[in-house]
């Protein structure tokens, strides 16, 4: 992946670098693909949160009989099943897809709306122990995107720099798995999609009057916040069904799941 994202950024500046040549008319419908890596850099350190009286507000701490904090051992911002053993990086990887579009020239200003639905694969996890001890890890998979998005651009000659952003809706597939065998654990809500919004930026250039072809970066923020694993059942008086017998409730701290990607992209003008 770091050799594609290290390829793109070189077309960047290539383009960026090409002399304006002559100049091009932009207005007009086209269709394209893109192709490149997804990947997700979440620096925030998260955990997961827990509603112990099952009254929808997170953020109770889980006790064991003696009163102490049963997740005393922590939490990592990634997949493991000790605290020793290290967090697994987040994975990232290819993604492709298809889009179309409209732009309008005004001048040397170039204004468009785009829609594109993008396969991608970018996962991340985050995973809690307890001093029974096991691991609780919450994972979730982004698979696909469908976004719409307006641009705004500087004709150059031939190259065309600009600017995009809109909403995008994302497809994602969650897991929950854990070492503890002594209690049961259901998945609920979160829905199979997520909404939120794109932002990024990306050079074209022409290679003939239908043909051009370019390097974006695209920013993406989507709010998953509805995914829910009730920790229910296990010996009389344990730390998940103390504060209510139907058990207690986890979440991910991080209610946002943040993806970055940098693709080639190609268009065929009309």
């Known amino acids: 992946m770091k050799t594609i994202v290290s390829a793109a950024l070189l077309s960047v500046l ?36 827990f509603d112990t009286d099952l009254n929808g507000v997170s ?3 889980v006790n064991n009989a003696a009163g102490a904090n049963a997740f005393s051992p922590g939490f990592c911002n990634g997949a493991a099943t ?4 290290g967090c ?37 996890s985050v995973t809690a122990f307890s001093t029974t001890p096991a691991a609780y890890t919450m994972t979730r ?43 049961t654990f259901a998945a609920r809500g979160g829905g199979k999609s997520a909404d939120g919004w794109q932002l990024g930026a990306g050079v074209e250039r022409r290679l003939t009057q239908q043909v051009s072809l370019g390097v974006e970066y695209l920013y993406t923020n989507l709010k998953d916040d509805g995914y829910r694993v009730r920790a229910s059942g296990g010996p009389a008086g344990g730390p998940f069904t103390a504060a209510n017998p139907s058990g207690t409730d986890f979440s991910r701290s991080q209610e946002h799941f943040k993806v970055q990607a940098v693709r080639m992209t190609a268009a065929y003008r009309f």
């Open 14 to 49: 290539a383009l960026a670098a090409a002399p304006a040549s002559q100049a091009q008319e932009w207005s007009g419908l086209y269709i394209g693909a893109q192709a490149g890596a997804g990947f997700q850099r979440n620096k925030d350190k998260e955990s997961i949160r």
């Open 88 to 124: 697994r990086k987040h994975d990232g990887g290819f993604e492709f897809g298809g889009r179309v579009g409209y732009d309008r020239q005004f001048g040397s200003i170039v204004v468009g709306a785009v829609g594109e639905a993008t396969r991608t694969q970018v996962q991340d």
């Open 59 to 61: 953020g109770n701490q």
């Open 141 to 183: 998979e982004l698979d696909g995107l469908l976004a719409a998005r307006a641009r705004v651009g500087f004709a150059r000659g031939r190259n065309l720099p600009y600017v995009t952003g809109g909403y995008v809706r994302g497809k994602i597939d969650r897991q929950f798995s854990t070492t503890n065998t002594a209690n």
């Open 82 to 85: 000790t605290p020793n053993t």
